[in-house]
């Protein structure tokens, strides 16, 4: 078999941990596997990278950003190699630009166009084992990217659809993929399996265990995922096409998001436009807007528009939102950021009713305010206020009866 492993921040965050998880790799090669690794940066690093940037400039520029951060990956790259070495095999640390990985230019959250990876192929036809570090690609121009948070997940799944890779194993800090974060809610149940349009709205709504982007290239290749702990043998969720017993289960889990903030324009034109104005300078500026609410006005003249961004985005959104007040005919602007999202996903709500419902119904019973609702075919969130998210989710997952029976 030829096994794609890729190991997150605490599985290499320490030399210790470093040398436990080229133990493992070094057991499945042994097993008379191939494997190629993907390395994220040690625990932290990403963010202290970060931090030290954020000590010199409030808006440090994206590019530079790009080529600060990927260093991070590399360092563990290299060390996990020679690690490798160390325990008697053949091992090679590469950057994102050695595998031929080419990226759009959108720093910081660019999109992978292409794979070459041929460095990568040749290294393992001479039964090398590759180290790559994850998060990173290459312009077509040259120029270092990071492919967003998380996003070694997203070239573990991509290296292993390059290959045709048999399975891509994700390593992490917990068994498995679960009913809803398990260091949250204790009570919360590994899934043994999970279908990958499951995963991609529970990932999307914040379960940060995968990264989305990851997902969606797992389904769009139909690359077979296992995540599973790098600190145990266990064997984890596996995360594949939908099949028919998955559909039986209303609600599989419950995801939370801290990282949104909600914009409202109060007091808008109501006419032909205006929406059209607002999201379409938003758009231009590359941020990405979750929900949107808008209210039907009870006057005929103005009404009022609420949305979600990403909180990275919420000021640079505000300024853009501002600058166009007076076109949009609008009142003011406001911004909260202490706001989080919780949803609920389920393939089986397709043909269940009620699920929003009971809810809503649960939020009320604890006097929890819902400030914003959306839905999809599988999927219902919620907005609230953030200092209720712990027990919105606690509540959600016991309603649904997600725990252990
Ligand atoms: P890594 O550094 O290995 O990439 P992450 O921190 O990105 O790990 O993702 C693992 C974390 O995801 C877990 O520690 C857990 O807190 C969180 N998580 C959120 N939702 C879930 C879920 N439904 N199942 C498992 N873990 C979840
Ligand atoms: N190191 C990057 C991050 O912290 C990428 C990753 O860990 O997947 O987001
Ligand atoms: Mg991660």
Same mark, same amino acid.
């Given at each position: 078999?030829?096994?794609?492993?890729? /190991?997150?921040?605490?599985?290499?965050?320490?030399?210790?941990?470093?040398?436990?998880?080229?133990e493992?790799?070094?057991?499945?090669?042994?097993?008379?596997?191939?494997?190629?690794?993907?390395?994220?940066?040690?625990?932290?690093?990403? $963010?202290?990278?970060?931090?030290?940037?954020?000590?010199?400039?409030q808006?440090?520029?994206?590019?530079e950003?790009?080529?600060?951060?990927?260093?991070?990956?590399?360092?563990?790259?290299?060390?996990?190699?020679?690690?490798?070495? *160390?325990?008697?095999?053949?091992?090679?640390?590469?950057?994102?630009?050695?595998?031929?990985?080419?990226?759009?230019?959108?720093?910081?959250?660019?999109?992978?166009?292409?794979?070459?990876?041929?460095?990568?192929?040749?290294?393992?036809?001479?039964?090398?084992?590759?180290? #790559?570090?994850?998060? *990173?690609?290459?312009? =077509?121009?040259? &120029?270092v990217?990071?492919?967003?948070?998380?996003?070694?997940?997203?070239?573990?799944?991509?290296?292993?659809?390059?290959?045709?890779?048999?399975?891509? =194993?994700?390593?992490?800090?917990?068994?498995?993929?679960?009913?809803?974060?398990?260091? #949250?809610?204790?009570?919360?149940?590994k899934?043994?399996?999970?279908?990958?349009?499951?995963?991609?709205?529970?990932?999307?709504?914040?379960?940060?265990?995968?990264?989305?982007? !990851?997902?969606?290239?797992?389904?769009? /290749?139909?690359?077979?995922?296992?995540?599973?702990?790098?600190?145990?043998?266990?064997?984890?969720t596996?995360?594949?096409? =939908?099949?028919? =017993?998955?559909?039986?289960?209303?609600?599989?889990?419950?995801? /939370?998001?801290?990282?949104?903030?909600?914009?409202t324009?109060?007091?808008?034109?109501?006419?032909?436009?205006?929406?059209?104005?607002?999201?379409?300078?938003?758009?231009?500026?590359?941020?990405?807007?979750?929900?949107?609410? *808008?209210?039907?006005?009870? &006057?005929?003249?103005?009404? &009022?528009?609420?949305?979600?961004?990403?909180?990275? $985005? !919420?000021?640079k959104?505000?300024?853009?939102?501002?600058?166009?007040?007076?076109?949009?005919?609008?009142?003011?602007?406001?911004?909260r950021? $202490?706001?989080?999202?919780? !949803?609920?996903?389920?393939?089986?709500?397709?043909?269940?009713?009620?699920?929003?419902?009971?809810?809503?119904?649960?939020?009320?019973?604890?006097?929890i305010?819902?400030?914003?609702?959306?839905?999809?075919?599988?999927k219902?969130?919620?907005v609230?206020?953030?200092?209720?998210?712990?027990?919105?989710?606690?509540?959600?997952?016991?309603?649904?009866?997600?725990?252990e029976?």
């Amino acid at each position: 078999m030829l096994v794609v492993q890729k /190991y997150g921040g605490t599985s290499v965050g320490s030399l210790d941990r470093i040398k436990a998880v080229a133990e493992k790799i070094a057991s499945t090669y042994k097993e008379g596997n191939r494997v190629v690794a993907v390395v994220s940066a040690m625990a932290g690093e990403t $963010d202290k990278l970060i931090g030290l940037a954020n000590q010199l400039s409030q808006n440090p520029d994206e590019r530079e950003m790009d080529l600060l951060l990927s260093s991070g990956e590399r360092i563990s790259a290299a060390l996990t190699a020679i690690a490798i070495r *160390q325990v008697g095999l053949k091992a090679m640390s590469f950057t994102g630009r050695q595998v031929g990985i080419i990226t759009d230019e959108v720093h910081t959250r660019a999109k992978i166009e292409r794979i070459t990876a041929e460095r990568v192929k040749k290294a393992v036809e001479e039964g090398v084992i590759p180290v #790559i570090a994850g998060f *990173q690609g290459i312009t =077509e121009k040259s &120029d270092v990217t990071t492919l967003g948070r998380g996003g070694s997940d997203l070239t573990a799944v991509a290296v292993a659809a390059a290959l045709n890779a048999d399975i891509c =194993e994700i390593y992490t800090d917990v068994e498995g993929i679960y009913t809803t974060d398990p260091n #949250i809610v204790p009570e919360a149940r590994k899934l043994e399996k999970i279908s990958y349009d499951e995963m991609l709205e529970l990932a999307s709504l914040g379960a940060k265990v995968l990264q989305t982007r !990851s997902v969606e290239f797992a389904k769009k /290749y139909n690359v077979p995922v296992v995540v599973r702990s790098s600190f145990s043998d266990n064997p984890g969720t596996l995360v594949m096409k =939908e099949d028919k =017993e998955m559909e039986k289960v209303v609600v599989s889990g419950v995801a /939370y998001d801290k990282n949104q903030a909600k914009i409202t324009v109060i007091g808008v034109h109501d006419k032909p436009g205006i929406a059209a104005k607002l999201f379409n300078s938003i758009a231009e500026a590359n941020i990405i807007v979750d929900m949107i609410v *808008q209210n039907v006005s009870s &006057d005929g003249k103005s009404t &009022d528009i609420s949305f979600t961004v990403p909180k990275v $985005d !919420s000021k640079k959104t505000l300024n853009i939102t501002k600058g166009i007040v007076t076109e949009l005919g609008a009142k003011s602007v406001n911004l909260r950021e $202490d706001i989080a999202k919780v !949803s609920i996903v389920g393939v089986g709500m397709r043909t269940h009713s009620g699920v929003a419902a009971k809810m809503f119904e649960t939020l009320a019973r604890q006097g929890i305010n819902i400030l914003m609702i959306s839905t999809s075919e599988i999927k219902v969130s919620c907005v609230i206020d953030a200092k209720y998210t712990e027990l919105a989710v606690r509540v959600l997952h016991d309603a649904f009866e997600l725990g252990e029976k």
